[in-house]
């Protein structure tokens, strides 16, 4: 099965600004200014909630396809974030100095950006990016 989100033309900040969750709408715009100053790359909507950064070439059971380097979506119970964590690479250490998060299908779970240790997040925010540039 092809990955069926793609890049879309929408406003990002349209997007977060639609948050309804004032906590959630601002720890999102908090989390993209992180991303874009980390990597350089201006955040992109992809689909109707994603925020990704970057792109990179995924390969599938179809072929090759082209998914965001790194994203987040600002969902209801937390802020989830794509490309930070992989089940398929050994853990990394700085996700034991980050504080209260979770981890699974791939993604990190955070629900409160103030309860995490920003300089942590932007050193795997780095790494992750620093992976996805191979």
């Not at 309860?115 to 996805?132: Q, T």
Request: glycine share 10%.
């Amino acid at each position: 099965m092809a990955i069926q989100t793609r890049p879309t033309g929408a406003d990002v900040t349209a997007f977060l600004d639609s948050v309804d969750d004032e906590v959630r709408r601002h720890d999102a715009h908090r989390l993209r200014a992180i991303i874009e100053r980390v990597t350089g790359a201006p955040a992109t909507m992809w689909g109707p909630a994603i925020v990704g950064f970057g792109e990179v070439l995924v390969q599938g059971r179809t072929g090759a396809t082209e998914w965001m380097a790194l994203g987040f979506a600002p969902r209801k119970a937390a802020l989830t974030l794509y490309g930070i964590y992989s089940e398929n690479r050994p853990a990394e250490p700085l996700f034991e100095q980050l504080g209260p998060h979770t981890t699974a299908k791939g993604c990190l779970y955070i629900k409160r950006l103030d309860a995490v240790d920003e300089g942590v997040l932007e050193k795997l925010i780095l790494a992750a990016w620093e992976r996805s540039r191979g």
